[in-house]
């Protein structure tokens, strides 16, 4: 017993000791880590600016199942005012036909129901939602 309380003792004090004298010392000095610091710092603001997403069915050897069945997107990334990235959808095509309107409305609809989300109030969203709870009829049943 005695040997454990030792050994415990011995342990704590050298994870406690390895743990001084690695943490708060100061500053990291890898001049590699403080590169990369510093050019993280100086990017955050950039964005691609363009993307084009190419989305196709292949098969294990990674040749396409179909030629004619693809979804692509282009859009446009920009920083807001907010510093948030702003996505815009320039163009969708969808197994050779443009669909960009429609893709549009979707994601403008999307928008929308997301602003409305994000305007109601928690207490408000939660005490609808066990309302909605409390008189669905097909509650879960508890077995006490």
């Not at 030792?6 to 880590?33: E, I, R």
């Not at 095509?93 to 305007?119: C, F, L, P, S, Y």
Request: charged residues 35%; aromatic residues 6%.
């Amino acid at each position: 017993m005695r040997y454990f309380a030792l050994l415990t003792v011995f342990c704590v004090s050298t994870l406690a000791l390895g743990w001084l004298s690695t943490s708060g010392a100061g500053a990291p000095t890898d001049s590699l880590w403080l590169k990369a610091v510093a050019l993280s710092n100086a990017n955050h603001g950039l964005v691609p600016g363009s993307m084009r997403m190419h989305m196709q069915e292949v098969d294990k050897h990674g040749e396409p199942k179909d030629e004619e069945k693809y979804h692509e997107v282009w859009s446009t990334l920009s920083l807001g005012e907010d510093g948030e990235v702003e996505y815009v959808m320039v163009k969708t095509i969808e197994n050779g036909k443009d669909v960009t309107e429609e893709e549009q409305a979707k994601q403008e609809k999307e928008e929308a129901r997301e602003k409305k989300k994000d305007g109601e109030d928690d207490e408000d969203s939660d005490s609808r939602e066990m309302e909605r709870y409390m008189s669905s009829p097909s509650k879960p049943k508890t077995r006490l």
